[in-house]
Antibody, heavy 124, light 110 residues
Framework: EVQVLESGGGLVQPGGSLRLSCAASGFTFSDYAMSWVRQAPGKGLEWVSVISGSGGSTYYAVSVKGRFTISRDNSKNTLYLQMNSLRAEDTAVYYC?????????????????WGQGTLVTVSS | QSALTQPASVSGSPGQSITISCTGTSSDVGSYNLVSWYQQLPGKAPKLMIYEVTKRPSGVSNRFSGSKSGNTASLTISGLQAEDEADYYCCSYARSNSVVFGGGTKLTVL
C-alpha cells in the first residue's frame, strides 16, 4: 500500500526553526516528485513546495521562499521540510503528498496519497 | 499567486445535482488543463476526486464529474448523497512552476 507519514510538528516560538519529515512506503520513492501543502486552522489548503524525484529541482510558494527548504533522502525514502524564521502565520497542519503517476512535470496539482498531517504551532 | 475563487458554500438535497465553480485567470486555470478537485472530510486529509479537469481516479464514483470553460473550472456531483457532505477544493497548475488552490467550498446535504 502506498503511504506517506509526516512527523516533526510541534510548538515553536516566532523566529524559531523546525524540521518536518515524511516517511514514504509502498512505491519507488525516487521515481516521484513530492510536495508539502499546509492548512491553517479553519482555513483552506495552501501549496508550500515541491521537489523532483532526483532532488535536483525545487519550487516554493512566495510566502515561504527564502525561509523554508525542501529536501529528500532517497536512500531513506524520506522527504523533509526545514522551516526557519517561523511566523505566527505559518501555524498550520502540514501535509506531505506524492505526485500522481499522471503528472508529467514536477509541479503538478494531482497529489495522491496525502499523509494525515502534522501540526506546527508558532506562538510565544 | 492569488488563490482560485470558489463559493464559500453550496447545498442540495439528496438525489439532486450541485455544481461548484472555481475561477482563476489566464495564468492558471485558463491556460492549462491541469485542474484537480479534492474532497476533505472533517479532520481528514484531502482525497483526489478529479484530475486533468475531467478525469476520475480509480475508485471515485462516476457521480463526480469535472469540466472547464475559459478561466473557470467546475465540479458537478449528481445524485447527491449524505456521504458527499464535505469541503471541496480545486487546484491548478500556475505559470512559473507553482500550484494554486481555491479557497474551498463547504457542501451541505440538506
Amino acid at each position: 500500500e502506498v503511504q506517506v507519514l509526516e512527523s516533526g510538528g510541534g510548538l515553536v516560538q516566532p523566529g524559531g526553526s523546525l524540521r518536518l519529515s515524511c516517511a514514504a512506503s509502498g512505491f519507488t520513492f525516487s521515481d516521484y516528485a513530492m510536495s508539502w501543502v499546509r492548512q491553517a486552522p479553519g482555513k483552506g489548503l495552501e501549496w508550500v513546495s515541491v521537489i523532483s524525484g532526483s532532488g535536483g529541482s525545487t519550487y516554493y510558494a512566495v510566502s515561504v521562499k527564502g525561509r523554508f527548504t525542501i529536501s529528500r533522502d532517497n536512500s531513506k525514502n524520506t522527504l523533509y521540510l526545514q522551516m526557519n524564521s517561523l511566523r505566527a502565520e505559518d501555524t498550520a497542519v502540514y501535509y506531505c503528498a506524492k505526485n500522481s503517476r499522471y503528472c508529467s512535470s514536477t509541479t503538478c496539482p494531482t497529489l495522491v496519497p496525502w499523509g494525515q498531517g502534522t501540526l506546527v504551532t508558532v506562538s510565544s | 499567486q492569488s488563490a482560485l475563487t470558489q463559493p464559500a458554500s453550496v447545498s442540495g438535497s439528496p438525489g439532486q445535482s450541485i455544481t461548484i465553480s472555481c475561477t482563476g485567470t489566464s495564468s492558471d486555470v485558463g491556460s492549462y488543463n491541469l485542474v484537480s478537485w479534492y474532497q476533505q472530510l472533517p479532520g481528514k486529509a484531502p482525497k483526489l476526486m478529479i484530475y486533468e479537469v475531467t478525469k476520475r481516479p480509480s475508485g471515485v464514483s462516476n457521480r463526480f464529474s469535472g469540466s472547464k470553460s475559459g478561466n473557470t473550472a467546475s465540479l458537478t456531483i449528481s445524485g447527491l448523497q449524505a456521504e458527499d457532505e464535505a469541503d471541496y477544493y480545486c487546484c491548478s497548475y500556475a505559470r512559473s512552476n507553482s500550484v494554486v488552490f481555491g479557497g474551498g467550498t463547504k457542501l451541505t446535504v440538506l
